[in-house]
């Protein structure tokens, strides 16, 4: 029998973050695919995450906005990274 462990932060509703705190690992993306994004965190990784827009500045020092996936747990980062999630 599989044994059912409870995470605390899905009970809190605490996992995905409504801002980026600056130790979080921030990973680009391009396209923005929420469903299929937001259902594979939730399934595969345990920690708290952030996902929306943040703004950078580009090589001109012009500021501009894009999309990003942060993890606090920078192994989580690396897993979501190589399984190519919402890479299409």
């Given at each position: 029998?599989?044994?059912?462990?409870?995470?605390?932060?899905?009970?809190?509703?605490?996992?995905?973050?409504d801002?980026?705190?600056?130790?979080?690992?921030?990973?680009?993306?391009?396209?923005?695919?929420?469903?299929?994004?937001?259902?594979?965190?939730?399934?595969?990784?345990?920690?708290?995450?952030?996902?929306?827009?943040?703004?950078k500045?580009?090589?001109?020092?012009?500021i501009?906005?894009?999309?990003?996936?942060?993890?606090?747990?920078?192994?989580?980062?690396?897993?979501?990274?190589?399984?190519?999630?919402?890479?299409?």
């Amino acid at each position: 029998m599989r044994e059912f462990k409870v995470n605390a932060l899905n009970l809190l509703g605490g996992r995905r973050l409504d801002f980026l705190p600056p130790h979080f690992k921030s990973i680009e993306i391009s396209n923005f695919v929420t469903p299929e994004v937001d259902n594979w965190i939730m399934t595969n990784l345990r920690g708290r995450y952030f996902r929306g827009k943040t703004t950078k500045l580009d090589n001109n020092n012009q500021i501009i906005e894009c999309y990003v996936i942060a993890f606090e747990d920078p192994k989580e980062a690396t897993f979501f990274i190589l399984n190519n999630v919402g890479q299409k």
